[in-house]
């Protein structure tokens, strides 16, 4: 598995924190319900849960902690309340083992909404350390607990929103397909008005849903983003009617499952197999008539509103064209996968 790039670095001095972002920078925070937060086993587990899944096609990856935190100083940087940044950084505490290949593992109609780690975060929150830090720095968790309370941190597709562009800035970066300074001018391009993200031109908009598009193509809902999440879910599925891991385990860390299952490969020929098609060790190509896997990726797009004149408009309003692509790039991608396995 490839090692995820470590960037964040981390100082507690007198109950601050200091560390580096690889999209902010070096980044001081004082407010001791965030500083607790982040410290709290909750959020210390996503060190160890990788946002892409397992990126062992992609050749690396980054931490649904880093992601976390790239969320809330998002939010901090254009100074929405203190609840909404403490929503944004906990949004992803009920990622499972493997982020979203857990909707391949447990539910079919989740691979084309990855819909799992939404449907148990209120109660993954209710029943960790969450909220006893909260009640203890005056802070109601039922109200950070309701979307409807943040329309900053979060939108239905295919509005922006924060956690769509620390992700979107984010991947980006990571992958090398835009640079740290390219990734702060769409946000030095970027405004709030009347809870919208705004841009403040046409052709940063258009800019901005471009870069989307491209790593929707060719990331979030590629090929290779179809087989990584399918195996590693047959991989979980497997595993867990085995016997090899229990439920509980999907709460812990990908090296911790990971570890857990392995054992059993040399007496487990099946077992063996789908972790070799996980572990990027088969070829495998599209083959709509002699397939051997049939699944779907969630496919995302998006619409930014920007400044024009003195009206703020939406991109596919002025882009027709735009329009048609949205109404495409929404509709899951479905994928006949040919792997090309070794004899049993």
């Excluded at 254009?78 to 403490?86: C, D, K, S, V, W």
């Excluded at 229990?246 to 812990?252: A, G, I, N, Y």
């Excluded at 509103?305 to 991608?333: T, Y």
Aim: glycine letters at 4%.
């Amino acid at each position: 598995m490839a090692v995820a790039i470590k960037i964040l670095i981390f100082k507690l001095v007198n109950h601050f924190m200091i560390f580096n972002d690889r999209i902010h920078g070096r980044v001081v925070i004082k407010e001791p319900v965030i500083v607790e937060l982040i410290k709290s086993p909750s959020l210390q587990r996503l060190k160890k849960i990788d946002q892409i899944g397992y990126p062992v096609l992609f050749g690396r990856g980054f931490s649904r902690f880093e992601h976390s935190l790239g969320v809330f100083l998002l939010l901090r940087r254009f100074n929405a309340p203190l609840e909404e940044q403490i929503a944004g950084l906990i949004h992803d505490v009920s990622h499972t083992v493997f982020s979203h290949c857990i909707d391949y593992a447990l539910d079919e109609e989740s691979e084309k909404t990855h819909k799992f780690q939404d449907d148990v975060f209120r109660d993954f929150v209710k029943n960790s350390e969450i909220p006893s830090i909260l009640e203890k720095h005056g802070i109601d968790v039922d109200y950070v607990l309701d979307e409807k309370n943040f329309p900053l941190k979060e939108k239905p597709l295919p509005d922006l929103c924060a956690d769509r562009i620390d992700y979107t800035l984010r991947t980006a970066v990571v992958f090398e397909e835009i640079t740290r300074e390219e990734a702060l001018n769409f946000l030095d391009k970027l405004e709030v008005i009347d809870d919208n993200w705004v841009f403040e031109d046409f052709d940063t908009a258009k800019k901005f849903a471009e870069l989307f598009r491209f790593m929707n193509v060719v990331y979030y809902a590629s090929l290779k983003s179809a087989v990584m999440l399918k195996s590693v879910g047959n991989v979980i599925e497997y595993a867990l009617k085995r016997g090899y891991i229990s439920r509980e385990d999907l709460f812990t860390t990908d090296n911790e499952v990971l570890k857990k299952i392995r054992k059993f490969r040399k007496v487990d020929k099946n077992l063996d197999l789908l972790l070799r098609r996980m572990e990027g060790k088969t070829k495998f190509k599209i083959d709509r008539k002699n397939y051997n896997v049939h699944t779907f990726c969630k496919s995302r797009i998006v619409d930014p509103l920007f400044k024009h004149g003195n009206s703020i408009e939406r991109l596919s309003e002025v882009d027709k064209k735009w329009a048609e692509i949205i109404e495409i790039e929404l509709k899951p991608k479905e994928y006949f996968i040919r792997f090309f396995d070794r004899k049993i």
